[in-house]
């Protein structure tokens, strides 16, 4: 009997039965792992033997009648961007290729008090900078549909071994769609959680305002469960809400009647492509088909999103890897002195688009060009972030595409960075206005690439917007496809 292609609800449920054990499981990954791995490449840090040995701590813990908690001996994979105590944190950088750090992130804090099985860390864009995790410096992750196609990213490597079998569910950040995106590539469940919503202390900061952390899974109730888990207030984050956090799995209620769900014109136009317009358009009727109401709205500040985005960002990354400079923090090359070490360091340790976003974040911050652009960005974000706060006078949750285009080829668009920067249109306006939301497949492209539906909530609105996707997804039946990996699967 399969494990691997299991949520974590449905596990929990068969550890606490007894029907299997928790070592049992975690070689049944393993083992998936060890199959797909050299296709998909999900994978930088795998650790096997820690992880037989919490499933055997997890075993010893049933057989003696404990109750165990809901995510006790399920494997999961971490993005290599949160710190994990003991386990290297690379970042997919080679600046950071032996980071081995001293504590953990909070979020592994919370989770290790669930005792999961951590099976290892995930590939991403070096320092999650990117949407393809063709930009890591180890090596490019497949996506497990097609193995020719890109997972998305940043969080490629989490949404690759979910869908894969490698991990039942997975931690990434969202700085702007790399949760939502790969999710969406890969035919899973990704949120971003409201800003400040869980904590992001011990996640390697690309863009401070703007970076989240949150799950990957199979499903909506994995989601939730998991959100429940790793949200709250923390003092090690100055901007972690104090908001009290509520049980999210109370909102897995398949009934949408009277929920008001707005349309935004500006996400369906020209360019956004056919498969994903007609599949995203019958999930939205089949809401309405449900007792949802649909309006169309508009949110008028869309189409300054990417430049606001891609000016804030790499301003806030650039003062952020000043850091690396080969003396206080990562791998250092020798020079003839101190100012040629930090620029060969630099230089060979940092990949072309962290470089490239770095230079673009100097320039907008530089003296004479702070107020033309990086004040001007600041400036727009309030009018996209007022766009939603009047889109929600009207509406319950937004509904949209989460991508414009289903996953696309390997090698593709990774020498257009403009082509790819323009990936991020669906997913980047929540970022810059702390909003959450989430993507949950919704069909496929002609080319049987999976597609994601995103639903957007009001600020700490995370309760309405499981809900809308809950009931979505029981509707249909996506959420129970496993990827099918040619030369593994076939």
Same mark, same amino acid.
């Given at each position: 009997?399969?494990?691997?292609?299991?949520?974590?609800?449905?596990?929990?449920?068969?550890?606490?039965?007894?029907?299997?054990?928790?070592?049992?499981?975690?070689?049944?990954?393993?083992a998936r792992m060890d199959k797909v791995e050299k296709s998909i490449?999900?994978?930088?840090?795998?650790?096997?033997?820690?992880?037989?040995?919490?499933?055997?701590?997890?075993?010893?813990?049933?057989?003696?009648?404990?109750?165990?908690?809901?995510?006790?001996?399920?494997?999961?994979?971490?993005?290599?961007?949160?710190?994990?105590?003991?386990?290297?944190?690379?970042?997919?950088?080679?600046?950071?290729?032996?980071?081995?750090?001293?504590?953990?992130?909070?979020?592994?804090?919370?989770?290790?008090?669930?005792?999961?099985?951590?099976?290892?860390?995930?590939?991403?864009?070096?320092?999650?900078?990117?949407?393809?995790?063709?930009?890591?410096?180890?090596?490019?992750?497949?996506?497990?549909?097609?193995?020719?196609?890109?997972?998305?990213?940043?969080?490629?490597?989490?949404?690759?071994?979910?869908?894969?079998?490698?991990?039942?569910?997975?931690?990434?950040?969202?700085?702007?769609?790399?949760?939502?995106?790969?999710?969406?590539?890969?035919?899973?469940?990704?949120?971003?959680?409201?800003?400040?919503?869980?904590?992001?202390?011990?996640?390697?900061?690309?863009?401070?305002?703007?970076?989240?952390?949150?799950?990957?899974?199979?499903?909506?109730?994995?989601?939730?469960?998991?959100?429940?888990?790793?949200?709250?207030?923390? &003092?090690? !984050?100055?901007?972690?809400?104090?908001?009290?956090?509520? +049980?999210?799995? %109370?909102?897995?209620? /398949? *009934? =949408? $009647?009277?929920?008001?769900?707005?349309?935004?014109?500006?996400?369906?136009?020209?360019?956004? &492509?056919? !498969?994903?317009?007609?599949?995203?358009?019958?999930?939205? +009727?089949?809401? %309405?088909?449900?007792? /949802? *109401? =649909? $309006?169309?709205?508009?949110?008028?500040?869309?189409?300054?999103?990417?430049?606001?985005?891609?000016?804030?960002?790499?301003?806030?990354?650039?003062?952020?890897?000043?850091?690396?400079?080969?003396?206080?923090?990562?791998?250092?090359?020798?020079?003839?002195?101190?100012?040629?070490?930090?620029?060969?360091?630099?230089?060979?340790?940092?990949?072309?688009?962290?470089?490239?976003?770095?230079?673009?974040?100097?320039?907008?911050?530089?003296?004479?060009?702070?107020?033309?652009?990086?004040?001007?960005?600041?400036?727009?974000?309030?009018?996209?972030?007022?766009?939603?706060?009047?889109?929600?006078?009207?509406?319950?949750?937004?509904?949209?595409?989460?991508?414009?285009?289903?996953?696309?080829?390997?090698?593709?668009?990774?020498?257009?960075?403009?082509?790819?920067?323009?990936?991020?249109?669906?997913?980047?306006?929540?970022?810059?206005?702390?909003?959450?939301?989430?993507?949950?497949?919704?069909?496929?492209?002609?080319?049987?690439?999976?597609?994601?539906?995103?639903?957007?909530?009001?600020?700490?609105?995370?309760?309405?917007?499981?809900?809308?996707?809950?009931?979505?997804?029981?509707?249909?039946?996506?959420?129970?496809?496993?990827?099918?990996?040619?030369?593994?699967?076939?």
């Open positions: 009997m399969a494990l691997y292609d299991k949520p974590a609800h449905v596990l929990h449920e068969m550890l606490a039965k007894k029907e299997i054990s928790s070592v049992e499981l975690t070689e049944d990954v393993l490449g999900a994978y930088i840090t795998v650790t096997r033997d820690d992880a037989l040995r919490t499933a055997e701590e997890t075993d010893k813990k049933i057989s003696s009648g404990e109750e165990i908690s809901f995510l006790e001996g399920i494997p999961c994979g971490i993005k290599d961007n949160i710190c994990t105590n003991g386990i290297k944190t690379t970042c997919a950088s080679k600046i950071l290729e032996n980071f081995v750090p001293p504590y953990d992130a909070t979020v592994i804090t919370k989770l290790k008090q669930e005792k999961p099985v951590i099976i290892g860390k995930t590939n991403l864009d070096e320092f999650a900078m990117g949407g393809s995790t063709e930009n890591s410096a180890f090596h490019a992750t497949h996506n497990p549909w097609n193995i020719d196609c890109v997972p998305g990213g940043s969080s490629g490597g989490s949404a690759a071994a979910v869908a894969s079998g490698s991990a039942i569910w997975a931690l990434g950040s969202d700085t702007g769609g790399s949760i939502r995106q790969p999710a969406s590539f890969c035919g899973v469940v990704g949120m971003k959680p409201t800003y400040g919503r869980v904590s992001r202390y011990g996640l390697v900061a690309y863009a401070s305002s703007l970076d989240q952390i949150g799950p990957i899974t199979r499903d909506v109730t994995d989601c939730a469960n998991i959100l429940n888990i790793i949200s709250g207030h923390d &003092d090690m !984050d100055s901007t972690s809400s104090a908001a009290d956090v509520p +049980d999210y799995t %109370k909102s897995l209620v /398949a *009934d =949408v $009647k009277g929920l008001k769900i707005g349309m935004p014109k500006e996400y369906f136009i020209d360019g956004i &492509d056919e !498969d994903i317009n007609n599949a995203v358009r019958k999930a939205i +009727d089949e809401l %309405k088909a449900m007792g /949802a *109401d =649909v $309006k169309e709205i508009s949110l008028p500040h869309t189409a300054y999103a990417i430049a606001t985005y891609y000016l804030i960002a790499p301003a806030e990354a650039a003062t952020n890897l000043e850091r690396y400079d080969g003396v206080s923090y990562g791998e250092r090359v020798d020079g003839a002195d101190v100012v040629d070490m930090m620029k060969n360091t630099r230089t060979q340790k940092f990949g072309d688009e962290v470089k490239r976003r770095i230079m673009i974040g100097n320039y907008a911050l530089s003296a004479g060009y702070y107020d033309a652009y990086y004040l001007k960005a600041l400036k727009v974000r309030t009018l996209i972030q007022r766009d939603y706060t009047e889109a929600f006078k009207d509406v319950d949750v937004i509904a949209c595409p989460t991508a414009p285009t289903p996953a696309y080829k390997i090698g593709e668009m990774i020498d257009d960075p403009l082509k790819m920067y323009l990936q991020d249109v669906c997913t980047v306006p929540l970022n810059l206005a702390g909003l959450p939301g989430i993507s949950v497949p919704c069909g496929y492209s002609s080319n049987g690439m999976p597609i994601g539906l995103q639903i957007i909530g009001r600020p700490l609105g995370e309760e309405t917007v499981i809900r809308a996707a809950y009931a979505y997804e029981q509707s249909q039946n996506f959420h129970n496809d496993m990827a099918k990996i040619g030369g593994v699967d076939a």
